[in-house]
């Protein structure tokens, strides 16, 4: 399955009054990353969008596993992979990396291709061809614009 990695330096403006991150900030990283997973495969989501008729790929459920805290001034990497793609639906691992190789969190994902008739937002197959881009044995890549989120 596709991995894509990027660095980030974590910000003032990431972080709480202690100069940890604050964990909602996490979830922001992490829909970056999934961004970032399907622009190294090569696909833009505007295109995506306008090719084949959808709203996005919204995330229907989460959860992390909050293993040591981030502070301002670190640089952290995250690795995000394909764990799994069906029908209409796909799975994301985040794992969020210390400089030191540690790992500080553990996130799932499961997303959702969907497109809307009028007022109705409902689930859409997802097309073969992005389908073998997820799934590719090509399965590891890294963001030349590390650290943007």
């Known amino acids: 399955m596709l991995t894509a990695k990027r660095e980030l330096t974590i910000e003032w403006g990431h972080c709480d009054p202690a100069g940890i991150v604050f964990y909602p900030r996490y979830f922001e990283f ?49 690795e995000t992979r394909v764990c799994e793609v069906g029908t209409t639906s796909f799975s994301i691992e985040h794992r969020l990396l210390k400089s030191d190789g540690q790992l500080a969190i553990l996130c799932h994902e499961k997303r959702v291709w969907v497109t809307q008739t009028g007022d109705r937002i409902r689930p859409k197959a997802i097309p073969a061809e992005v389908v073998a881009l997820l799934t590719s044995a090509d399965n590891e890549r890294t963001d030349q614009d590390s650290g943007r989120t």
Request: glycine letters at 6%.
């Open 30 to 78: 992490f829909d970056a990353s999934t961004a970032n997973l399907f622009k190294v495969a090569g696909l833009d989501k505007f295109e995506l969008r306008r090719r084949h008729d959808i709203l996005g790929f919204p995330m229907v459920n989460t959860d992390a596993d909050f293993k040591i805290p981030s502070r301002y001034g670190e640089t952290v990497s995250i």
